[in-house]
């Protein structure tokens, strides 16, 4: 199952993107979903995430404020919206489908993922 991510791109610092996720249906009603990414020479990391319906969502320290996590059932789509770009955002980001109702802040409590995105951050 592959999920579709895109949005991604480059902006200067102190910008704004918005990064979507869609799948099949199956694959995302009654599951969490999450954002990751990765830098070059670096391990992937948690950035975001929401519940199966929606009610509660997570984040990493680091972009807590600036980004927000939000999806769709009816479309089947997960949204990140990114405000006050940094360099330190420059990471190619993926959205997953967690195995249970609720998302895990560790990318092996995720079963399908998304090809990536990249978004760079200029200074």
């Known amino acids: 199952v592959q999920l579709q991510a895109s949005g991604g791109g480059l902006v200067q610092a102190g910008g704004s993107l918005n990064l979507s996720c869609a799948a099949p249906?199956?694959?995302?009603?009654?599951?969490?979903v999450g954002w990751f990414r990765q830098a070059p020479g670096k391990e992937r990391e948690f950035v975001a995430a929401i519940d199966w319906r929606g009610s509660s969502t997570y984040y990493a320290d680091s972009v807590k404020g600036r980004f927000t996590i939000s999806r769709d059932n009816v479309k089947n789509t997960v949204y990140l919206q990114m405000f006050n770009l940094k360099p330190e955002d420059t990471a190619v980001y993926y959205c997953g489908s967690s195995r249970g109702s609720v998302p895990t802040l560790s990318s092996s409590g995720y079963q399908y993922w998304g090809q990536g995105t990249l978004v760079t951050v200029s200074s």
């Open positions: 249906r199956r694959t995302f009603s009654n599951n969490g």
